[in-house]
T-cell receptor, first 116, second 114 residues
Framework: DVKVTQSSRYLVKRTGEKVFLECVQD?????MFWYRQDPGLGLRLIYF???????EKGDIPEGYSVSREKKERFSLILESASTNQTSMYLC???????????????FGPGTRLTVL | AQSVTQLGSHVSVSEGALVLLRCNYS??????LFWYVQYPNQGLQLLLK??????LVKGINGFEAEFKKSETSFHLTKPSAHMSDAAEYFC????????????FGDGTTLTVKP
C-alpha cells in the first residue's frame, strides 16, 4: 500500500514564525502536491512538483514556498506565518511521468495548523 | 479549463436509505472523474474513478457512480446507507490537458441518522 506521511498532525505557531510542513511518500511517485482545506472551500492547490527540484504554482501560492530535494519528500514552507494561514494542510502523491491524470492521488492524514 | 460543482454541502439520510450525492463537471475535453471520501481527522481516500472504460463505475463500500456525458454529471449512489458512511465526500476532475492537476469540488458532508 502507498503510504503518505506528514510530519505533524497538529501544529501551533505564532504570527511571523517560519513554518515547515514535511511530507514523505514511500511508493516512488513522481508527482506530489500540497493542498489546503478550509470548510466550504474544498481543497485548493498550493504547489505541486512533478520531479525532484521541479515545482509549479497552484491556485493559491501566495505566502508559501516548497522544496523537493529528494523524490520521496516534499516540503511546504510558510516564510512568515499569518493568522489567515490557519488551516488543514494535505499532502498527496500521484504516480506517472505523464502526470497520470487518470490515476488517483494518495493523501496523507493532514496537518492542522493554527497560527496565533 | 475544468470545474466541479457538488450540489448540497450537507446531505442527511436515515440508515438503510438511498444515498445520492450530486456532482456536475465542466470541461472542454473528455474528463477523468473521481470520488474521494474523508473520514474525520483523516486524509482523502479514493472511492471510485471514471477513466472512460465503462460509464457505470463500482467502488469500495458498495458505492457506485454513473458518468453521463449529456448531463455532465457523475453522481455517487449507494442503495442502503450505513452509519459508517458518515463522512465528507469530494468529487474531482482531471484532464489530459491540465498537467495531471485535479480540481476538487467543495465537498458534501453526509450524515446518517439511526
Amino acid at each position: 500500500d502507498v503510504k503518505v506521511t506528514q510530519s505533524s498532525r497538529y501544529l501551533v505557531k505564532r504570527t511571523g514564525e517560519k513554518v515547515f510542513l514535511e511530507c514523505v511518500q514511500d511508493m516512488d511517485h513522481e508527482n506530489m502536491f500540497w493542498y489546503r482545506q478550509d470548510p466550504g472551500l474544498g481543497l485548493r492547490l498550493i504547489y505541486f512538483s512533478y520531479d525532484v527540484k521541479m515545482k509549479e504554482k497552484g491556485d493559491i501560492p501566495e505566502g508559501y514556498s516548497v522544496s523537493r530535494e529528494k523524490k520521496e519528500r516534499f516540503s511546504l514552507i510558510l516564510e512568515s506565518a499569518s493568522t489567515n494561514q490557519t488551516s488543514m494542510y494535505l499532502c498527496a502523491s500521484l504516480v506517472g511521468r505523464d502526470r497520470g491524470p487518470y490515476n488517483e492521488q494518495f493523501f496523507g492524514p493532514g496537518t492542522r495548523l493554527t497560527v496565533l | 479549463a475544468q470545474s466541479v460543482t457538488q450540489l448540497g454541502s450537507h446531505v442527511s439520510v436515515s440508515e438503510g436509505a438511498l444515498v445520492l450525492l450530486r456532482c456536475n463537471y465542466s470541461s472542454s475535453v473528455p474528463p477523468y472523474l473521481f470520488w474521494y471520501v474523508q473520514y474525520p481527522n483523516q486524509g482523502l481516500q479514493l472511492l471510485l474513478k471514471y477513466t472512460s472504460a465503462a460509464t457505470l463505475v463500482k467502488g469500495i463500500n458498495g458505492f457506485e457512480a454513473e458518468f453521463k456525458k449529456s448531463e455532465t454529471s457523475f453522481h455517487l449512489t449507494k442503495p442502503s446507507a450505513h452509519m459508517s458512511d458518515a463522512a465528507e465526500y469530494f468529487c474531482a476532475v482531471s484532464l489530459n490537458t491540465n498537467a495531471g492537476k485535479s480540481t476538487f469540488g467543495d465537498g458534501t458532508t453526509l450524515t446518517v441518522k439511526p
